[in-house]
Every structure is written in structure tokens, then in C-alpha cells.
Nanobody, 121 residues
């Protein structure tokens, strides 16, 4: 079984910064794309940022210029550096990873259980 565990969530002031991390463990051969989504109360889950194994990145327009996604392949970990936080960033943040568990098996997308980020004065 593969498990993704997020950490780093919590309460932050508007304009503040916080870094989320997500570590994958279990039966893993290779990890390809990794990323972050978020879900605010009463809204659907939305894409935030993604990163390929080689380091190519993509961001939602709402976070571009403020958030930075990165990864440490040796640690099977993806990070989300969040700067200039706004109340609109308040949501549960979920990490994801496309993982090959063994050769001859299709890549699967796994999800973390989420970490709450609250931005409020």
C-alpha cells in the first residue's frame, strides 16, 4: 500500500508564509507527476500546482507568483511554499502523486488525506 502524508498546515496571518510537505511511502518503483489541489468549504476541489519528475511546473492563475512547488526525489517528497497568503487561500490542501508500484502495472494516482490551511487575521 502507498501512503501520502501531508504536514505543515495551520493558521497563518494574511501576507504570511507557510510551507506544506507531502511524503510518499510504501511500495514504490517510480514517482512521476506530483502536485497539490485544494478544497474550500462549499466548493469543488481545484488544482493548485503540479511538478513533473524532471522539475517542470505548472500553477493555477490564482496562486501564480505567490506559491512555489518543488520536490525532493530522493525523499519522495513534494513541497508547496506559500507566500503572500490571502484569506481566499483558506482550504484543505491535498497532495497527489502518480506512482508506478511495480513494472508491468499501470501508473496510479494517489492522494493524501489533506491538511487544513487557514488564513485569517
Amino acid at each position: 500500500q502507498v501512503q501520502l502524508v501531508e504536514s505543515g498546515g495551520g493558521l497563518e496571518q494574511p501576507g504570511g508564509s507557510r510551507r506544506l510537505s507531502c511524503a510518499a511511502s510504501g511500495s514504490i518503483v517510480s514517482i512521476y507527476d506530483m502536485g497539490w489541489h485544494r478544497q474550500a468549504p462549499g466548493k469543488q476541489r481545484e488544482f493548485v500546482a503540479g511538478i513533473s519528475r524532471g522539475g517542470s511546473t505548472g500553477y493555477a492563475d490564482s496562486v501564480k507568483g505567490r506559491f512555489t512547488i518543488s520536490r525532493d526525489n530522493a525523499k519522495n517528497t513534494v513541497y508547496l511554499q506559500m507566500n503572500s497568503l490571502k484569506p481566499e487561500d483558506t482550504a484543505v490542501y491535498y497532495c497527489n502523486a502518480d506512482i508506478l508500484r511495480s513494472v508491468g502495472v499501470v501508473t496510479q494516482r494517489f492522494w493524501g488525506q489533506g491538511t487544513q490551511v487557514t488564513v485569517s487575521a
